[in-house]
């Protein structure tokens, strides 16, 4: 009863506005105050535990637009079936409101999803040398990534069912066998075709992020591995996006497929004078000096001869390939320098054998003749 005079009194107070205007203003104030009263309770929580429960914090932020959506979601549905609208205002309300419910279940699943890849993921910080962690990284972020693509493309899709026309246009289309299937299974070949090469990325792992890759004759590292696409980070910090599907159809070279230790070759040309033995000597006390060699392999071979020089062969190992790379820089200059210093008669040097022509045998015996004559003379 009192509830009936309130409202009679309300509207012969406000009875010169129009009822449409009444009722939509009453679904954006219940908004107005459901997102206030959440900026309250999260200060609340902030201030009573932000300090002492640091999760929390963390746990308030990310699902900050989901608790606010629910919020307002919440607030509509109270005051909708209060509110003085007719049908033809509150019918595409009511429809908005579903759409709206759809997206939510879709936010919220997305972000749980998240948070417990997230917190998974915490066991695994270092990825540099841990194969384990770039195994389980790789396979959570890919299959994070699929999952999300999925929920988006179904909560898209229930959303559209929602209303009648696209409903029936779909129904429709899966329906007719003929070209437009057709045409919308090709148009949807690529996206599914990368969808199942994350999967298949994800179980078999011929990448893993961080990985040491040769790819179009670029090195780099495996950077992010995407729903459909992979960042290579370049070794000059540009970064080269390929799709999944190009690691499961082309070769590809993997530095650090089963472990991260690589071994680097320093080619050289000496020539033959070279003292070999007393080189080989001088690389091995070189590279164990050297902080950036692993400890593993250190050897040095005649490779190739030809008619100028003789190929020397370096190998030594290190811990991931910017260590190999700086330490085959590095024992290389070594090595130049030592040859320089300590062994100049092994630098390259070229041969030949001067033949004199038949002048010049004349003009050597025009210019001893003479001289032969006046010893003659004085004898």
């Not at 389980?136 to 026309?165: E, G, W």
């Not at 696409?229 to 070279?253: A, G, H, N």
């Not at 330490?327 to 062994?343: P, S």
């Amino acid at each position: 009863m009192h509830w009936q005079a309130l409202m009679a009194d309300i509207d012969r107070m406000f009875g010169w506005i129009p009822s449409w205007f009444i009722g939509l203003s009453l679904v954006a104030g219940a908004m107005l105050l459901a997102l206030s009263l959440y900026r309250i309770a999260k200060w609340l929580l902030n201030r009573a535990f932000g300090t002492r429960l640091p999760l929390l914090n963390v746990f308030i932020e990310r699902t900050s637009g989901p608790a606010q959506l629910a919020l307002c979601l919440a607030a509509v549905a109270l005051v909708l079936p209060l509110a003085p609208l007719d049908d033809t205002i509150r019918t595409p309300l009511m429809r908005l409101f579903v759409v709206a419910v759809i997206a939510l279940i879709g936010w919220i699943s997305i972000r749980i999803v998240d948070m417990s890849a997230a917190r998974y993921l915490q066991n695994f910080r270092d990825v540099t040398e841990n194969f384990v962690a770039r195994k389980h990284v790789t396979q959570v972020r890919v299959f994070k990534r699929v999952t999300d693509t999925i929920i988006v493309i179904i909560t898209v899709s229930t959303a559209l069912m929602t209303f009648d026309s696209v409903r029936q246009y779909g129904v429709s289309l899966f329906a007719s066998a003929g070209a437009a299937g057709i045409i919308v299974g090709l148009a949807a070949r690529p996206l599914l075709s990368n969808l199942i090469a994350g999967l298949q990325i994800a179980i078999t792992q011929p990448i893993r992020i961080e990985d040491a890759v040769i790819i179009e004759n670029e090195w780099g590292w495996v950077e992010d591995i995407a729903a459909t696409y992979v960042v290579i980070r370049l070794w000059d910090w540009r970064r080269m996006v390929v799709p999944l599907s190009y690691f499961i159809e082309k070769p590809f070279q993997n530095w650090t497929r089963d472990t991260a230790s690589l071994i680097g070759v320093i080619a050289l040309h000496v020539d033959y004078r070279a003292d070999v033995p007393r080189i080989r000597r001088w690389l091995e006390e070189a590279v164990r000096q050297s902080k950036l060699w692993d400890g593993a392999v250190v050897n040095l071979q005649v490779i190739d001869a030809d008619s100028r020089t003789i190929e020397l062969r370096a190998l030594v190992s290190a811990r991931n390939a910017p260590q190999s790379w700086d330490l085959r820089c590095e024992i290389r200059e070594r090595l130049v320098a030592f040859i320089r210093d300590e062994m100049p008669e092994a630098l390259p040097r070229d041969r030949a054998i001067l033949i004199p022509s038949a002048q010049d045998d004349g003009d050597l015996l025009q210019r001893v003749a003479p001289e032969k004559v006046r010893a003659s003379a004085r004898n």
